[in-house]
């Protein structure tokens, strides 16, 4: 707890959710988090997949656009002294990004994101941090993660919510990193996603993280173009 409240309370951003207090009752560490009048980006997607519809591209594009400008924030975080913290969200998915009614776009729960001076991060080794389904292959391998990490996940919701179904899904969790880390290309979006969307999806889904976007600066900037 004091671990993510310690990261995203330095996060100050308009589409990140901001951490108002943080504090002791008792025995109890308790957060308090801004409240979003909303819901998540998934829930919002199962709702419009239940009325049989498409979920609207250009809406997509501006949550997803918002999302990588709050995800760059976090990324470009610093410390007193001025340098990088490589913050690394590591879980961003549709339940992770909220929508308010008011159609602001907020990242949520830097829970398990990586940072330099995360004192827990130094108990935990060896397992995967986030969702198998959003999961970078450098995740999947348990190899150095850094920012791309989440360009890569970006990538994953926008080819999901565009294609209604994931690039990479195996009959379990096992089966599906093995499948993100192999190293094959996912399969073609289909001719109703405009070629020049497609080419951001699948840029951010460039398996080796040198050929992705460097930065979710980037990815935002692509998207907005």
Not at 97 to 106: N, P, W
Not at 119 to 130: A, V
Not at 158 to 187: F, H, K, M, W
Request: charged share 25%.
């Amino acid at each position: 707890l004091l671990d993510e409240a310690r990261i995203a309370c330095r996060i100050r951003h308009p589409y990140v959710a901001e951490i108002d207090d943080l504090g002791e009752d008792g025995d109890t560490l308790y957060v308090v988090l801004e409240w979003i009048d909303g819901d998540s980006l998934g829930k919002l997607y199962e709702a419009v997949s239940a009325q049989r519809q498409p979920f609207p591209q250009n809406l997509l594009l501006r949550v997803a656009s918002d999302a990588c400008a709050g995800l760059h924030a976090a990324h470009g975080l610093r410390d007193d002294t001025g340098m990088l913290l490589n913050v690394v969200h590591r879980d961003v998915s549709p339940q992770n990004i909220l929508i308010s009614a008011a159609g602001v776009t907020k990242i949520i729960d830097f829970g398990i994101a990586k940072a330099r001076d995360r004192l827990g991060e130094r108990t935990k080794t060896g397992l995967l941090k986030g969702k198998p389904q959003y999961a970078a292959p450098e995740q999947a391998l348990m190899r150095h993660v850094d920012c791309r990490a989440d360009v890569w996940a970006m990538g994953v919701i926008l080819y999901q919510l565009l294609s209604g179904r994931l690039p990479y899904e195996g009959r379990n969790d096992l089966a599906t990193l093995q499948a993100v880390a192999s190293g094959r290309p996912p399969p073609p979006l289909g001719a109703d996603v405009p070629r020049a969307i497609a080419d951001v999806v699948m840029h951010a889904l460039q398996p080796n993280a040198d050929h992705r976007f460097g930065t979710a600066l980037d990815m935002q900037r692509a998207i907005e173009g």
